[in-house]
């Protein structure tokens, strides 16, 4: 069987983010999975050698690279749809929540979330009227869809009236490599990102849903009612709209003790989860939250939102609070600061829950709805 895969998210050198990585850790398996079918990655641009995960998979190179509207268009409906006419192939994968309306083979579609839906604010104006356009349309053209919660399968239930068996939930999960640390690479860490205070971490792009300036105002609140030494590290690219951060940074009474890291490898997460005094993630809206688990995974306590799918991600290990309220965060983070136990107690459910997620399981699930709809 010949198998059509959108890759575009699977960019070269270290930029895997949420999509690129559900992509690369699902694909992986699949295809060492099932040597006997060919894989097809389409690809927006000259790809990495490392995507080639075995001599099932051919890789081909569409154009135009589509990273904006027009060329959003140009690449899904113009070159993604010549290439499958053209080739025939029995499913077009696509692992980003985008397809083609100009095809006729089956599609399966993975929907990561519809922040689009609930916050247009967020996205640029262009951007906005392509996803508002096509994506009602992407879901119902599609012969299956993946969601990656039951928070998003229902969101995409209620807001495009989709009956729910056209709707599999597909987790994302936690590479191996994110695991404890030992004391020693703990306060190592700490001397290297923190000055050795302990510290609150964030991990994500700086974009308007992740909430920072809430998270910002919440950490001046807390040190100036605790006056306690820990910092907040922020690690994450700047990606969109982050303007409204950076001016309540410059406003921070405590800014001297908030670090922008930029990103981070997966090693440096690994230990900066692994050492953090908590992991504080508090989006006002996710599909699912990768950080809840990875910081769980590496022992990190987690403080997240009670909205969306974060507390489903979470499995009762973290403590919730209301995004939108900056003084509930605050008083999470004093909690966390005070009261050793409850960090205790949220790192042995957090090696609990953590267990419920596995890429193997993922690409299995995943694979099983390719073969539901090939021809």
Request: hydrophobic share 45%; net charge positive.
């Amino acid at each position: 069987m010949d198998i059509a895969v959108n890759t575009r998210f699977l960019l070269p050198g270290d930029q895997l983010e949420g999509i690129g990585r559900f992509t690369f850790e699902t694909l992986k398996r699949m295809v060492a999975a099932h040597p006997e079918h060919t894989f097809h990655f389409l690809f927006d641009r000259p790809f990495d050698a490392r995507y080639v995960f075995g001599p099932n998979v051919v890789p081909h190179v569409l154009f135009p690279p589509a990273r904006h509207p027009f060329l959003f268009v140009a690449w899904f409906e113009g070159a993604v749809a010549l290439w499958l006419r053209r080739h025939k192939p029995a499913v077009f994968l696509s692992t980003d929540g985008f397809t083609t309306l100009a095809t006729n083979v089956p599609r399966l579609t993975v929907v990561h979330d519809l922040a689009f839906e609930h916050f247009p604010q967020d996205v640029e104006l262009l951007r906005r009227k392509y996803y508002h356009y096509f994506f009602p349309r992407f879901v119902r053209a599609s012969e299956r869809l993946v969601a990656v919660s039951e928070a998003t399968k229902q969101d995409l239930i209620a807001t495009y009236q989709l009956p729910a068996d056209k709707i599999q939930v597909v987790y994302n999960a936690v590479d191996a490599h994110f695991h404890p640390q030992s004391a020693a690479v703990q306060q190592a860490t700490r001397e290297r990102f923190a000055a050795g205070k302990p510290y609150f971490l964030f991990v994500g792009a700086l974009q308007p849903r992740k909430n920072l300036v809430n998270l910002l105002k919440a950490f001046d609140e807390f040190k100036q009612q605790t006056g306690a030494p820990s910092k907040l590290l922020i690690v994450g690219r700047t990606a969109w709209k982050a303007g409204p951060m950076f001016d309540v940074y410059q406003q921070m009474q405590h800014r001297h003790d908030v670090h922008l890291t930029g990103r981070a490898t997966d090693a440096e997460l690994v230990q900066l989860y692994a050492a953090a005094l908590a992991t504080v993630y508090v989006p006002y809206f996710e599909g699912f939250g990768i950080p809840i688990i990875e910081a769980q995974a590496c022992a990190s306590p987690v403080l997240t939102s009670d909205r969306s799918s974060m507390p489903e991600v979470a499995g009762g290990a973290a403590l919730l609070v209301d995004p939108y309220s900056s003084a509930a965060i605050a008083a999470a983070l004093g909690r966390l600061w005070q009261e050793p136990e409850l960090r205790h107690q949220l790192v042995s459910k957090g090696k609990v829950n953590v267990q419920r997620f596995s890429w193997d399981k993922s690409a299995d699930a995943l694979w099983q709805a390719v073969i539901s709809i090939s021809r």
